[in-house]
């Protein structure tokens, strides 16, 4: 037996499922569907499972070692795969899903001082929750401390406030503050998150060292169903700034283009309308000229109304009379000698 069918084994016989446990994010099943588990610290990872719970107690999905490699038991080997086994990201892909995958999910990372540990609950989609749009929007830089507030506090009739992070697929739990038990993180935010359940300060979470993955929505419940919504959006401002300067430029050169474009538009239609005068002009022009130089005869006078001609003895049927002059030499009769 290989050291990894050894380790499922044990694994088996010694883990804990999440069962009655704290849950830290709950995932809506669907087709497609992503279990997260990125390991938040620095040190080396030893090995790392994950664990379904059943009826029966357990059962073990895949196992991935830095020297041995990854196992997936053979009934998951077909539509489960680690997103990235090689880095801290241990999340796992789920394809062709159905119902029987929904349940409790125990992602565990043994690290050389202990084990850290990520409840995934897989729910139907009609029970995942939409949240109301938020109330307040809150920009912050990365790197920065972030305040996230609730209307009210543990105390009184308030017995316990939840804060949750919401994501279109999955929630994840940030912290439970209880009246009576006092706190307790979820396993992503154990590290980052801040809140005091023992005093009136209770409404107030404290998210440090802010990345622009931790942009979305926000949310408190508290008093049994009720919720305030808030969205938070990490931004660097030299960004935003550079974003500025380039939707003024672009403002700016879409104003130019405009500019020219009409111009353009405006000269063309002078252009033609121009065009189209002097066309009009021309043809105005050689109307005119034509009707004032219509044809004459040799002698460049105009046909007129007068009387018969007396030379040639020819008149119009119109009366109009055209003269005629015609060059010939005048032979005088002289009486012929005779001899």
């Not at 565990?108 to 609950?121: H, N, R, Y």
């Not at 938020?134 to 972030?146: A, M, Q, Y």
């Amino acid at each position: 037996m290989d050291y990894l069918a050894c380790l499922i084994v044990v694994l088996q016989l010694s883990e804990t499922t999440g069962e009655g446990r704290f849950v830290d994010a709950t995932v809506k099943l669907t087709n497609n569907m992503n279990l997260e588990c990125v390991y938040p610290k620095t040190d080396g990872i030893t090995q790392m499972s994950w664990v379904k719970s059943i009826a029966t107690g357990k059962e073990t999905i895949a196992v991935s070692h830095p020297l041995y490699g990854v196992h997936i038991e053979d009934k998951y080997k077909d539509r489960v795969r680690f997103i990235n086994a090689s880095s801290r990201d241990k999340s796992l892909n789920f394809m062709k899903t159905t119902e029987a995958d929904m349940g409790l999910y125990l992602c565990s990372i043994t690290f050389p001082d202990g084990v850290w540990e990520k409840v995934v609950q897989v729910i139907q989609s009609d029970s995942f929750e939409v949240p109301v749009p938020p109330t307040n929007h809150t920009i912050i830089e990365p790197g920065g401390n972030v305040t996230l507030r609730c209307p009210y506090s543990v105390g009184g009739l308030v017995q316990q406030v939840m804060w949750e992070r919401i994501k279109v697929d999955r929630m994840d739990t940030i912290v439970l503050c209880n009246l009576s038990e006092g706190k307790t993180y979820g396993s992503d935010y154990q590290e980052r998150a801040m809140i005091d359940c023992a005093t009136q300060e209770s409404d107030i979470l404290v998210i440090q060292n802010v990345t622009s993955s931790d942009s979305g929505i926000y949310r408190c419940r508290y008093g049994g169903n009720k919720t305030h919504v808030m969205s938070l959006t990490v931004t660097s401002a030299t960004l935003e700034h550079h974003w500025h300067i380039l939707l003024i430029a672009g403002g700016a050169a879409a104003s130019l283009l405009l500019l020219v474009t009409i111009l353009i538009i405006s000269v063309t239609v002078v252009y033609r309308k121009k065009k189209k005068r002097r066309r009009i002009m021309k043809v105005l022009s050689k109307a005119l000229y034509s009707t004032q130089t219509r044809p004459s005869n040799s002698y460049g006078r105009s046909n007129f109304r007068g009387t018969p001609n007396s030379r040639s003895g020819v008149a119009s049927v119109s009366g109009v009379m055209d003269e005629i002059y015609i060059n010939y030499r005048d032979f005088s009769r002289k009486p012929k000698t005779r001899t």
